[in-house]
């Protein structure tokens, strides 16, 4: 079965260091998002993306944030300069076709730890 | 503006017994609706959805919810309850947006005691 995977899964970094998170969408998929999850809070969105462009972003999407499809397969998201309030769950997700007909894939996430 | 609250947070029932996790939505249109599963250490996993069809949504493992207006409810349910059925469950609406942004609730821990 197809899946959304993700890389890595766990990562530690220093406060103010840049950090990439990769993500390889299901392959035929054309829209893609980014989610969070705080620990103990709910997931929110961060951002989508489509025809390599921002469709929308949350107000969380700040200029530290930026969102890169950079070749045919892979989905990244950058954080220029973590803040230790960045330390959260980030889910990527895919799904074919617009609106809500089609299933939304999500990745098992990319745990941040911002020390 | 779209949201989502699940009335519990944590829900612990016994092996064989029925499952009942709340949701209530506030949408200003006519919402989609959906329950995601997150087993641990998973990644979130759609259970079943709602979109404008028939009320009452089939999804899958025996879970079902049902989609009520007037009670702006989308309690998913399940007659038995098996232990691999622990798991943190989020109801979650479709955004007022045409880019298929989902807004999550606070998500439900389910305990299944054997």
């Known amino acids: 079965e197809p899946e959304v995977t993700q890389t890595p899964s766990h990562q530690v970094t220093q406060m103010g260091q840049e950090v990439i998170l990769r993500c390889v969408p299901i392959s035929n998929h054309l829209y893609f998002y980014w989610y969070r999850q705080i620990l103990g809070q709910k997931v929110e969105f961060l951002v989508s993306?489509?025809?390599?462009?921002?469709?929308?972003k949350s107000e969380i999407f700040d200029d530290q944030f930026s969102v890169e499809r950079p070749d045919g397969s892979n989905f990244t998201l950058k954080i220029r300069s973590t803040k230790l309030e960045d330390s959260a769950m980030y889910f990527c997700a895919s799904r074919f076709a617009p609106g809500f007909t089609g299933e939304l894939f999500f990745g098992e996430g990319s745990r941040l730890t911002v020390l | 503006a779209q949201s989502v609250t699940q009335l519990d947070s944590h829900v612990s029932v016994s092996e064989g017994t029925p499952v009942l996790l709340r949701c209530n939505y506030s949408s200003s249109y006519s919402p989609s609706l959906f329950w995601y599963v997150q087993h641990p250490n998973k990644g979130l996993q759609l259970l079943l959805k709602y979109t404008s069809a028939a009320t009452l949504v089939k999804g899958i493992n025996g879970f079902e919810a049902e989609f009520k207006k007037s009670e702006t409810s989308f309690h998913l349910t399940k007659p038995s309850a098996h232990m691999s059925d622990a798991a943190e469950y989020f109801c979650?609406?479709?955004?007022?947006?045409?880019?298929?942004?989902?807004?999550f609730g606070q998500g439900t821990t389910l305990q299944v005691k054997p």
């Open positions: 979650v609406v479709s955004g007022s947006s045409n880019t298929g942004k989902l807004i």
């Open positions: 993306f489509y025809n390599n462009e921002i469709s929308e």
